[in-house]
C-alpha cells in the first residue's frame, strides 16, 4: 500500500508561482511513474503532468506547457510540479497519483494510476 501526501497548495494571484510536492510514506517512489491531475469544481479530473520511474520522461497537458514543470527526486522520495505563471484557469484541487511500473512511458490516463492523494488547493485569484 501506498499512502502519497501533497502539499505546497494555497492562494495566489495571478502571474505567481507556486511549487506543490508529493512525497510518500512507508514506501519508495522510485518504482513508479507519477502523474500530477486537478480537478476544478463540477469537472471531471485531468491530466496535468506525468513523469516515468527515473524521470528520464515528462509529459505536461497542453494547456500548461512552458509554466509548469514536473520533477522526482528518488533519492528525497518526492515528486515536484512547479507551476509558474499561474492563471485562474488553474483553479483546482491537485492531485498526486502513482503507478508502480518500469515502463519509460509517461502514464496519462486516470486509471492507469493505482494510489492517489486526498489532494492540495490551489486557488489562482484575477
Known amino acids: 500500500q501506498v499512502q502519497l501526501v501533497e502539499s505546497g497548495g494555497g492562494l495566489v494571484q495571478t502571474g505567481a508561482s507556486l511549487r506543490l510536492s508529493c512525497t510518500a510514506s512507508?514506501?519508495?517512489?522510485?518504482?513508479?511513474?507519477m502523474g500530477w491531475f486537478r480537478q476544478a469544481p463540477g469537472k471531471e479530473r485531468k491530466f496535468v503532468a506525468g513523469?516515468?520511474?527515473?524521470?528520464?520522461?515528462?509529459y505536461l497537458e497542453d494547456s500548461v506547457k512552458g509554466r509548469f514543470t514536473i520533477s522526482r527526486d528518488n533519492a528525497r522520495n518526492t515528486v515536484d510540479l512547479q507551476m509558474d505563471s499561474l492563471k485562474p484557469e488553474d483553479t483546482a484541487v491537485y492531485y498526486c497519483?502513482?503507478?508502480?511500473?518500469?515502463?519509460?512511458?509517461?502514464?496519462?490516463?486516470?486509471?492507469?494510476?493505482?494510489?492517489w492523494g486526498q489532494g492540495t488547493q490551489v486557488t489562482v485569484s484575477s
Open positions: 497519483a502513482a503507478d508502480r511500473s518500469w515502463s519509460a512511458v509517461v502514464a496519462i490516463n486516470a486509471n492507469q494510476y493505482a494510489y
Open positions: 512507508g514506501r519508495t517512489l522510485s518504482s513508479f511513474r
Open positions: 513523469i516515468n520511474w527515473s524521470g528520464s520522461s515528462t
